[in-house]
Every structure is written in structure tokens, then in C-alpha cells.
């Protein structure tokens, strides 16, 4: 199975934490970056946080920098969101995408392999 699989949604106050788990069984590129995504009903797909698995690079969207933090475990393939100061606004699904990581990039066409999501609901 090569999607990877992801865990830790759910719902929380503003300003509470979540960490979100994203496990893939292999990387499926030696430069492979993972990422996460979200998303709301009739909205595009947004890119929030990407991870190269080898190097630890990272970057970040805007609206969660400073926020949320992106790592990885290289040796056993899992990728974590760590969320804090979680505003309304985050609601959405989150899914983890895993694509070759050249070049970090947040767009969704970059990405082959992807998660189910799971729902993050923030209420104020």
C-alpha cells in the first residue's frame, strides 16, 4: 500500500492543539517530500505544510506559520502536524500527500499518493 495513511483529527476549542500522524509504507522517491493539505467544501485544495523526508527542509503557507510545525521520522516513514493557537478558520480536512521533492512545492499536481484526510474542527 502505497498512500499514506493518516491520523490524530478531531475537534478542539480555539486556541487548543492537535498533532496530526501521516504514515506512508515506503517512500516512493529517494527525494520524496511529504505534505499536507486541507480543504473545505467548495474550496480548492490548500497546501499547508511540506516536508523533504530526506533533508528536513521545510516550508509553510502563510496562514500557519508560526503555528503549526511540520516533522518527520526518516527511518520509519512518518510525517507529523503538530497545530497550536488553532483557530475557526483551520476547519477543514486534512490530508497527507507524499510526490518527489525536488523542489519543495505546495502545489497538489506535484503530489501522487495520497491520503483518506482526516477531519480537524475547530469552534470558538
Known amino acids: 500500500q502505497m498512500n499514506p495513511v493518516e491520523s490524530g483529527g478531531g475537534s478542539v476549542q480555539a486556541g487548543g492543539s492537535l498533532i496530526l500522524t501521516c504514515t506512508i509504507a515506503r517512500l516512493p522517491y529517494i527525494t520524496t517530500g511529504m505534505a499536507w493539505f486541507r480543504q473545505t467544501p467548495g474550496k480548492e485544495r490548500e497546501g499547508v505544510a511540506v516536508?523533504?523526508?530526506?533533508?528536513?527542509?521545510?516550508i509553510y503557507a502563510d496562514s500557519v506559520k508560526g503555528r503549526f510545525t511540520i516533522s518527520r521520522n526518516y527511518a520509519n516513514n512518518t510525517v507529523w502536524l503538530q497545530m497550536n493557537s488553532l483557530k475557526t478558520e483551520d476547519t477543514a480536512m486534512y490530508y497527507c500527500a507524499a510526490g518527489n521533492a525536488r523542489d519543495l512545492t505546495m502545489s497538489s499536481r506535484s503530489y501522487g499518493y495520497w491520503g483518506q484526510g482526516t477531519q480537524v474542527t475547530v469552534s470558538s
Open positions: 516536508i523533504r523526508m530526506g533533508s528536513g527542509d521545510t
